[in-house]
């Protein structure tokens, strides 16, 4: 008998989007390929990135299963009801889903309420047999062994690098920003031979797109003796280019750069944030030492790893004076690639609470949670100070003048330790990554961000009065 099938689709459109947006990004999101690769052989299974391919309504499968984060829920939502409306069976998982699952299930045949091991096999026997229950709830800290490899064969072929997999989850700080931080988890990690298994799982995929891979950790380095030792065996597997994510204070270890190097570590994303010391403690990320950043990225760039760093306006401390002089830190600074963002006090975090108590929040459409709108009333800068100031360090950081001048100087601190063609092998990878991280973030904030930037009028705060009776009820 033919296998019923399992359609994953993992959200990425803005609900209020006029049009639909692909993103230009090299690696897929972890949790569809994941969620695959623990779903049991009883059905057959497919796995839909709305990053960079539309949602197929007309689909054979029998089954949907929706992933989405906060700002997604919407979306989530209306997915939901256009399959349901056609006799699908659908159901719903995620950080959101877990979070505020009362909030959720009314719109979904099921959902799955924390981490998905040892619980979505048995959803998925259920499914088939049609005995399925409300709701399926993991355990409260689940175990991270045995954990099956993604299904790197479902990735479109349009990521350049679909070998994406965790070491650990959680991560140590407290910033309040952070939605870990809504209902803290310890910071765990995944045994090493899991993860390098992950790492060669690569039946497949053609040949050169199993030299590179990403570690979607939210912070690699919460545990730094494991980090070393885990990039140690990544070493030994000759990838040309790996790419990772980690707090600034790892660098101070020159053990652990030693061990990136090693590894064939190209890209780090490191969550700097802000040159704004007050802002920084303003949202309790007093990891990050402004006076660090310029010789912890140089550790990098002389190793031959590109900084990739987060950038937040409209944190709470920011002001008109440093948004001007902005554009010229970062110069001093260095990093390579930014992600700016403006800064919103997502749903249900210790940030929110505050901001919701103080009845500033100016927006309670959560599709607009997604670090492209301004939804709070700043202490002192206005939406138009705040939009003009991301304008304008993008428009400075992306000019193209400054994009071959970045890349010049990175490849001037470059230090030969290999054959002269590995070098230049190297350097042309660099290159690679480099100019495909720059012109995704040009392209968004130019063509997604720009147009809709629109000045949001100040409300009264007895506007807000339904979110924030909504938040204050809510077991966060």
């Excluded at 490899?149 to 991560?171: H, M, N, Q, W």
Aim: charged share 25%; net charge neutral; proline share 7%.
């Amino acid at each position: 008998m033919k296998k019923p099938k399992l359609l994953i689709i993992v959200l990425f459109q803005n609900l209020k989007d006029a049009e639909p947006y692909y993103a230009r990004t090299p690696a897929p999101p972890l949790p569809g390929i994941l969620l695959a690769g623990m779903t049991p052989s009883i059905v057959d299974v497919e796995v839909v990135h709305e990053m960079v391919r539309p949602i197929p309504y007309d689909t054979d499968a029998d089954f949907i299963a929706v992933s989405f984060m906060d700002y997604l829920a919407p979306h989530a939502y209306e997915v939901a009801g256009r399959f349901r409306e056609q006799g699908k069976v659908v159901v719903g998982g995620g950080k959101f889903a877990s979070t505020f699952p009362d909030e959720v299930d009314p719109h979904f045949d099921s959902i799955l309420v924390g981490e998905a091991q040892g619980v979505w096999p048995h959803m998925v026997h259920d499914l088939v047999s049609g005995t399925l229950r409300k709701r399926y709830e993991g355990e409260q800290v689940p175990a991270l062994a045995n954990i099956p490899p993604p299904r790197y064969d479902l990735v479109e072929g349009k990521f350049t690098v679909p070998i994406v997999t965790e070491a650990s989850r959680g991560c140590p700080h407290p910033c309040t920003y952070c939605q870990l931080n809504i209902r803290r988890l310890a910071h765990r990690t995944r045994p090493i031979p899991d993860v390098i298994r992950d790492l060669t799982h690569t039946n497949g995929l053609p040949w050169f797109k199993r030299k590179m891979a990403m570690i979607l950790d939210n912070n690699l380095g919460g545990d730094l003796k494991y980090a070393k030792s885990l990039l140690r065996e990544i070493a030994k597997l000759k990838f040309w280019a790996i790419g990772t994510q980690f707090s600034v204070e790892c660098l101070r270890d020159d053990d652990f750069v030693d061990a990136l190097a090693e590894a064939g570590c190209r890209m780090a994303f490191i969550g700097m944030e802000s040159l704004n010391t007050a802002s920084l403690l303003g949202v309790q990320k007093r990891q990050n030492r402004v006076d660090e950043y310029k010789v912890a990225f140089d550790k990098l760039h002389r190793r031959g790893i590109l900084t990739f760093t987060g950038l937040m306006f409209a944190l709470e401390e920011d002001t008109v004076e440093y948004y001007e002089q902005l554009p010229q830190r970062l110069e001093e600074v260095g990093t390579c690639v930014i992600l700016p963002s403006i800064s919103i006090p997502i749903y249900g975090t210790p940030w929110y609470r505050r901001v919701v108590d103080e009845g500033r929040i100016l927006d309670t459409d959560i599709s607009h949670y997604e670090g492209d709108h301004v939804v709070f009333r700043h202490p002192t800068l206005s939406p138009e100070q705040i939009h003009s100031a991301y304008r304008r360090v993008n428009m400075v950081f992306y000019a193209w003048t400054n994009i071959v001048k970045r890349l010049w100087r990175f490849l001037l601190k470059q230090e030969r330790t290999e054959s002269l063609p590995a070098f230049l092998f190297k350097l042309a990878l660099i290159s690679f990554i480099y100019l495909k991280l720059s012109i995704f973030q040009r392209h968004h904030a130019q063509e997604r961000v720009f147009p809709q930037m629109q000045t949001i009028a100040n409300r009264p705060i007895d506007a807000c009065e339904d979110v924030i009776t909504e938040v204050q009820g809510m077991p966060i």
